[in-house]
């Protein structure tokens, strides 16, 4: 058995991955568990690639090693076919239908791949793809996108749902809570999987 539940969270610059991965941090920190988690930010302020790795019970080590997380979590598509090698065959995913295209495909006139295309490529996982915009609407503002995709995903976190709420509850300001509580909890109904907690 694996020492430590490993997650990456990936995403780009300015869509709350870090955020998210103080949310779970701070909710290994309740339940007593141990945690480790490091953050990649790169080009981050301009548009580019972020990821955060998390080890829950984690003993050895900040860095997912690639085949081995247990669950990648991303906030857009082409990220999620960025990091995808993360994940063993048959991994478990949970990504926003969201599609950043970059730059650099215009300005090369490359051709725009769609999301049935970048879902086919993804097709020997176990894929949850969820719309976080839409969900972050209707909880009341596109900013809590990466919480919708926190609660998407807590079904396959090794923690208690309510202890992730409290987690964010701490994390995010505080005139924002309701409205990421909401947030939380639509893309919880939306990841449409149970407690996985111990």
Do not use: W
């Not at 009341?140 to 609660?151: A, H, K, R, T």
């Amino acid at each position: 058995m694996k020492p430590s539940f490993d997650i990456l969270i990936v995403g780009i610059g300015g869509q709350g991955t870090v955020l998210a991965s103080n949310v779970i941090g701070e909710a290994c920190i309740i339940e007593n568990r141990s945690v480790r988690s490091a953050e990649t930010h790169g080009m981050a302020q301009r548009g580019g690639s972020v990821e955060s790795h998390i080890r829950v019970d984690g003993k050895f080590g900040s860095l997912i090693t690639p085949g081995t997380a247990d669950l990648l979590i991303a906030f857009d598509l082409l990220e999620a076919l960025r990091y995808r090698h993360y994940l063993p065959e048959g991994g478990r995913l949970v990504v926003n239908r969201h599609l950043v295209v970059p730059t650099s495909v215009y300005q090369q006139e490359l051709a725009v791949p769609d999301e049935e295309s970048i879902l086919a490529a993804l097709s020997d996982l176990d894929v949850t793809c969820i719309d976080a915009a839409g969900l972050a609407e209707e909880a009341g503002s596109s900013l809590s996108q990466n919480i919708v995709m926190l609660g998407a995903a807590s079904g396959d976190i090794p923690l208690r749902p309510e202890t992730l709420e409290e987690a964010m509850r701490r994390c995010v300001p505080p005139k924002t809570v309701a409205v990421n509580a909401k947030a939380f909890r639509l893309g919880r109904a939306a990841g449409g999987r149970g407690a996985s907690a111990p």
